[in-house]
Nanobody
Framework: QVQLVESGGGLVQAGGSLRLSCAAS????????MGWFRQAPGKERDFVGA????????YYADSVKGRFAVSRDNAKNTVYLQMNSLKPEDTAVYYC?????????????????WGQGTQVTVSS
């Protein structure tokens, strides 16, 4: 079993930056595709970005391309989400997730492990 814990959320002004971290315990992340999702109040949990186990594959939602970057450090068993040029519409609870699947990293149903989430609030 894998336990995922997100950190790094908070309140930031529009145009600012945050880096979220997702630390894992219980097993190595090195064989998992890792994704980030977000959920705003009253909305579904949406895909943000993902990185394959090797780091060679990167996937992003159109709404964050060019602003957000996913990376991983398998030696530290940690995944990151660097968020730049933040907008008020980026406000949400952000979740990291791990998938044993090699298919559809954008599909939340492919993910086996989820963190509890961290709140990101962007003020205008």
């Amino acid at each position: 079993q894998v336990q995922l814990v997100e950190s790094g959320g908070g309140l930031v002004q529009a145009g600012g930056s945050l880096r979220l971290s997702c630390a894992a315990s219980g097993r190595t992340l090195s064989t998992l595709t890792m994704g980030w999702f977000r959920q705003a109040p009253g909305k579904e949990r949406d895909f943000v970005g993902a990185i394959t186990w090797s780091g060679a594959g990167l996937y992003y939602a159109d709404s964050v391309k060019g602003r957000f970057a996913v990376s991983r450090d398998n030696a530290k068993n940690t995944v990151y989400l660097q968020m730049n040029s933040l907008k008020p519409e980026d406000t949400a609870v952000y979740y990291c997730a791990g998938s044993r699947s090699r298919l559809s990293p954008e599909d939340r149903n492919e993910y086996n492990y989820w963190g509890q989430g961290t709140q990101v609030t962007v003020s205008s």
